[in-house]
């Protein structure tokens, strides 16, 4: 798995393949707002954890301001906190 060295470079590639296709996207108003949002929390330094599936199902991913163990536990807390939401019955 390729892993990049930061999240810039990233989010850079990301921002010019959608340009690159006329500036189209599959993700609705909303979801483009809240991936704004995340990536400003990323600069300002806040933890992260970037995951790309390329069509061949090959992973890319980035941990941002996070150590892989730190890292798993994020994972970790957004399966636990899906799960109490799903158990609940908000989808």
């Known amino acids: 798995?390729?892993?990049?060295?930061?999240?810039?470079?990233?989010?850079?590639?990301?921002?010019?393949?959608?340009?690159?296709?006329?500036?189209s996207t599959v993700?609705?108003?909303?979801?483009?707002?809240?991936?704004?949002d995340l990536i400003a929390a990323v600069r300002e330094g806040k933890r992260a954890i970037v995951i790309v599936e390329e069509p061949d199902e090959r992973?890319?991913?980035?941990?941002?301001?996070a150590g892989?163990?730190?890292?798993?536990?994020?994972?970790?807390?957004?399966i636990e906190s899906t799960g109490r939401r799903l158990a609940e019955g908000d989808d």
């Not at 892989?68 to 957004?78: C, F, H, N, W, Y």
């Open 27 to 36: 993700l609705a108003p909303e979801d483009e707002a809240y991936l704004n």
């Open 1 to 23: 798995m390729e892993i990049p060295g930061n999240l810039d470079d990233v989010l850079k590639r990301l921002l010019a393949t959608s340009r690159s296709e006329g500036g």
């Open 59 to 65: 992973l890319r991913f980035m941990f941002s301001n």
């Open 68 to 78: 892989r163990a730190e890292a798993v536990s994020m994972l970790g807390k957004v």
